[in-house]
Nanobody
Framework: QVQLTESGGGLVQPGESLRLSCVASGNTFSINVMGWYRQVPGKQRDMCALISSGGTPLYVDSVKGRFTISRDAAKNTVHLEMNNLQPEDTAVYYC????????????????WGQGTQVTVSS
């Protein structure tokens, strides 16, 4: 089992920045991919940014150029630097870890954090 603990959400104005962090504990040796999904009320949870064990990122188109995902393997931590935030980025952000095969972002069991609220509003 893998446990994920998130931090860093909050309320910001459009154009401002936030940094989300997620620390993994438990059977961390099995983790391949880490990253972030986000969900707004009444909609499905969608991929936002993922990073492989080798450090290769994957972003949804709407955050490219604004969000940067990074990973510290030694500390079992993943960060999401979010710049130029917009109201449409408002959501609950969930950290995810997967224990699938290398080369795949979506294989293996998924472990989820409890979620952290990000609200962008003037």
């Amino acid at each position: 089992q893998v446990q994920l603990t998130e931090s860093g959400g909050g309320l910001v104005q459009p154009g401002e920045s936030l940094r989300l962090s997620c620390v993994a504990s438990g059977n961390t040796f099995s983790i391949n991919v880490m990253g972030w999904y986000r969900q707004v009320p009444g909609k499905q949870r969608d991929m936002c940014a993922l990073i492989s064990s080798g450090g290769t990122p994957l972003y949804v188109d709407s955050v490219k150029g604004r969000f940067t995902i990074s990973r510290d393997a030694a500390k079992n931590t993943v960060h999401l630097e979010m710049n130029n935030l917009q109201p449409e980025d408002t959501a609950v952000y969930y950290c995810i870890a997967r224990d699938g095969v290398r080369g795949s972002y979506y294989s293996g069991d998924a472990y989820w954090g409890q979620g952290t609220q990000v609200t962008v509003s003037s």
